[in-house]
């Protein structure tokens, strides 16, 4: 699956809504890539700023929400001649665009010998998947939020790849978001940034958050209460309401909390800014010795920038004494806001208690 920090055409002002409604579509979620470059292509075409055309090898159709074209003609500054495969030109005035085929949605349940099942608890429609063929013989349950836009089964296309690996008494649980636009949260492009408060619509936090933590409760009762072996991970706003969860809303810790590619959101973001240490304590519901973190980010991620991310995290961990906590804490060089399989790899690891080479 791959994204985790994608931000979010009468004619500027639609071609403004066309872009953020867009880039919303796209946020932690790769596989929407087609979907939305329509949206794109005729919010810039509208707005008569529809940029140069880029030609990409066919090996990187797709790869990014820009990547739709093979050869660029010279009638316009946009001007697309051939498409990536799955695409159709399309023609607006002098310019000339791609509009993309989405993709077809995987089969369920996704081909192999493991056992699945769908179900839904406080509005989240949920995909489950236990290794083996008995779906009530696992010992830990790992619950994953996908990115902003995505939804619970974006997951099986790392299945199908092999990238969750052997799946022998594990459950992997993909809730897909209440929000109609799937998003976790909903945010505000009003001038404020990361770190600001008015950036969020807290309320919409608080909803998710109510609803994550009444699935966690489900998956905890069947594991015979022990919270030690629920995990929580996410992808983008995802990982943003992971560690949100774990430090803002919950009183207990998790067997851990996987945060892969997220900026943390309020009140977390504002600890690091507190006189005192006890301050930022107050807006915390749970910091005890017993967390457990990983933390990934991409070095070329842009939409979450890895130092800015890195930093935060390391000044609320350390306001709140709990530093000793981040078990994984890695910048994977060159990676950009996305999801890659050695990640993959070292969040199994970190699951089933193994070394980790990050550690």
Known sequence: MGSSRL????????ADRGIREA?????????????????????FVAAGAAGSCTEVKLSQCGVEFTNSCLQCGNESSYDCVKCC??????????????ECKKPTPPPFPPPGNDSWTKYTVAGLDSVAVVGGSDPSRYEKVVIMLHGGGGSGSDWEYNYEQGWFGNLEGLKYVFPTS???SHVWYISY??????????????????DSASRVAALIDHER??????????????FSQGAQLTSYM???????????????????????CDMPRASKPQEAKKNATYYGSDMNFFLWQGEADTIFPSNMTTTAYHEIFDILGVRSTLKVDHTEPGQPHDLIKSEFDEMVKFIRGEPSYYT
């Open 85 to 98: 495969p799955g695409c159709e030109g399309i023609s607006k005035g002098a310019y000339r665009f791609c």
């Open 23 to 43: 880039m919303l579509l796209i946020k932690g979620n790769p596989f929407l890539l087609f979907w939305v470059l329509p949206l794109l292509a005729k919010a």
């Open 7 to 14: 931000r979010e055409p009468e004619d500027q002002a639609v």
């Open 246 to 268: 774990q430090i803002a809303h919950l009183n207990f810790a998790l067997g851990g909390a996987i945060i892969m590619d997220g900026f943390p959101l309020p009140p977390l």
């Open 221 to 234: 009762n069947l594991v015979g209460g022990d919270a030690s072996n629920i995990y929580l991970a996410g």
């Open 189 to 206: 492009k009003n001038g404020c940034g990361l770190f600001d408060d008015c950036a969020y619509n807290l309320s919409s936090i608080h």
């Open 178 to 180: 209440a929000f109609e």
